[in-house]
Nanobody, 125 residues
Framework: QVQLVESGGGLVQAGGSLRLSCAAS????????MAWFRQAPGKEREFVAA??????????ADSVKGRFTVSRDNAKNTVALYLQMNSLNPEDTAVYFC????????????????WGKGTQVTVSS
């Protein structure tokens, strides 16, 4: 059974930090590009960050570049994806989703076939 399960969300003050995690199992996700997306109320889901299957390449949306860091740990049966978020501001408030695809990374949510259910991040001013 394919599962992507996010954790680590919560309420934080502006300027604070959070570390999100995503546990992916049920497939050989260590061969998949993985990404973080987020969706704020009333807005479309948007790309945040992505990492290649080997972790040799990372990609970021301009809005988070320099503040967020994506990483992954490829184990045999479970892949762990992380998003370290620093210098958070209220505009970062959203539900954060992890996603995976077999091809190279993309910023288009529609190209990802596997999704978690999301974790809420709320940044207070």
């Amino acid at each position: 059974q394919v599962q992507l399960v996010e954790s680590g969300g919560g309420l934080v003050q502006a300027g604070g930090s959070l570390r999100l995690s995503c546990a992916a199992s049920g497939r050989t996700f260590n061969n998949y590009a993985m990404a973080w997306f987020r969706q704020a109320p009333g807005k479309e889901r948007e790309f945040v960050a992505a990492i290649s299957w080997s972790a040799s390449s990372t990609y970021y949306a301009d809005s988070v570049k320099g503040r967020f860091t994506v990483s992954r740990d490829n184990a045999k049966n479970t892949v762990a994806l992380y998003l370290q978020m620093n210098s958070l501001n209220p505009e970062d408030t959203a539900v954060y989703f992890c996603a995976a695809r077999t091809e190279s990374y993309s910023e288009l949510a529609s190209l990802y076939g596997y999704w978690g259910k999301g974790t809420q991040v709320t940044v207070s001013s």
